[in-house]
């Protein structure tokens, strides 16, 4: 619409123009140098626009002239970088295919083609660990580094390298060097916060933790239990330092964080007897005793009582601890072994055979041993012991503290599992079971990558390099 007024306007003037000239018609003299013209107005007008028409047409061909190098360079270039993307997108896509041979093929030319360092290292990257080099993709990761673009990828790159190397010094330097890029990345907080409790940095693994939980790489639940675990661990070093304070107060903060976490209520049960305060030392253990009840506890119950007590009055205090927990194996079997102290067979029969009775029920290997204990002392009969024996080989194996990293047992509860050095992964659980009685949710264990949260899943067509667990493979 404007367009056609614009041009109406223009023909207007033009129109508008020609009919003045014709109006007004007359002669232009020209008189120049000895020159001399004389023509009519409209024939001058007419040459004028037929002079500047000219010039225009001289002025763009000349342009183009001049131009053409420079207009050549540029479509060149445009084809080229087409060309390159279509070779990235081509290596991605093997890749994702799992063809190493032609992920390396197109990588090259990519980086020949288009001059975009953080595409083409990832690529090159990419397509030298599908093939198995993990050299060369360590020398892409490297230079990646230099370009602060493509920096924190270099790194992550290096540190799924390292983790799975196994190279867990190398992996802690370069998740802080990822922290210190990006402070926020929960990935690199949960790897992070991994790695400091694996080497055992008690307060920077906490530092991490907090910032951990705050941006959900880890549950709340999970991070107030591994904060727990933590403070056992301080508790415990202060308490070697002789601190006793410090130590009391951290077995107090994870006791109050976790009541049904024994290793954390034996501390702090020792820790308040020890500075003579057996009320709440005995507190603690009945509250965590009723919460779970655990064999520690039963065993830190025995030993907090005051010197010369006897063992009809210990058989009375575990009753009491029975009582608390009527359904537990745990309470049967301490209150029995310290009947037998007593000879108090009768008792001690009673309470075995509750648990004995439940031979699918955790302790019963326990029981039948004990029953056979019994058999010998109280009347020696040895066929009999043989029987309980024999039937103690059948049952299912007692609890204990399980690895659910790598399955190992261990005989007390530690902070990292001394087999694979995993950061809190001890659950107390019957071998074999599927259930563990203080399992964590999936992921919150050490051996960090797989399951560590916020990362993709394993496997072809991630763009970033991942980990993958327990066989090494590259992704
Ligand atoms: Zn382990």
Known sequence: MARTIWFMIKLAVVVAAALWIADNPGTVNLDWQGWRVAAPLWVLALAVVALMAFAALLYRGWRAIVGAPRAFVRARRARKREKGYRALTQGLVAVAAGDPASAKTFAKKADVLLNEPPLTLLLSAQAAQLGGDETAAARYFRTMLENPQTAFL??????????????????????????????????????????????????????????????????????????????????????????????????????DLDVAFAPATVRVA??????????????????????????????????????????????????????????????????????????????????????????????????????????????????????????????????????????????????????????????????????????LPAGSGAGVPADMPGLPPAGGGSIVPVPSRPEPKPA
């Open 154 to 255: 270099g790194v992550r790159g290096l540190l799924m390298q390292a983790l799975r190397r196994n190279d867990h010094g190398e992996a802690l330097l370069l998740a802080r060097r990822a922290q210190q890029i990006q402070p926020k990345t929960p990935w690199v907080l949960a790897t992070l916060f991994e790695l400091e409790a694996r080497a055992g940095n008690w307060s920077s693994a906490e530092a991490v933790l907090r910032d951990a939980v705050h941006v959900d790489a880890l549950p709340a639940p999970v991070g107030r239990r591994h904060r727990a675990a933590l403070l056992v661990e301080q508790s415990d070093a202060a308490a070697a330092e002789g601190r006793r304070e410090v130590a009391l107060a951290a077995a107090q903060q994870a006791h």
């Open 270 to 439: 020792r820790l308040l007897w020890a500075a003579k305060r057996p009320r709440p030392a005995l507190r603690a253990v009945e509250r965590s005793w009723k919460a779970r009840p655990h064999p520690d506890l039963s065993a830190v119950w025995g030993e907090m009582v005051d010197p010369g007590t006897d063992v009809l009055a210990q058989v009375k205090r575990f009753q009491t601890l029975v009582g608390m927990a009527p359904e537990a194996p745990e309470g049967h079997l301490a209150l029995a072994e310290i009947a037998m102290r007593a000879r108090l067979w009768g008792e001690a029969r009673k309470h075995l055979t509750k648990v004995a009775d439940r031979p699918e029920g955790p302790g019963s290997r326990r029981a039948f041993r004990m029953l056979a204990e019994l058999e010998e002392a109280e009347r020696g009969d040895r066929d009999a012991a043989r029987r309980w024996l024999a039937r103690a080989a059948e049952a299912d194996p007692d609890p204990a503290w399980i690895c659910s990293a790598c399955g190992s047992h261990a005989d007390r509860w530690s902070a990292r599992c001394a087999a694979c050095g995993s950061f809190d992964t001890l659950s107390w659980q019957v071998p074999g079971s599927p259930v563990a009685v203080l399992a």
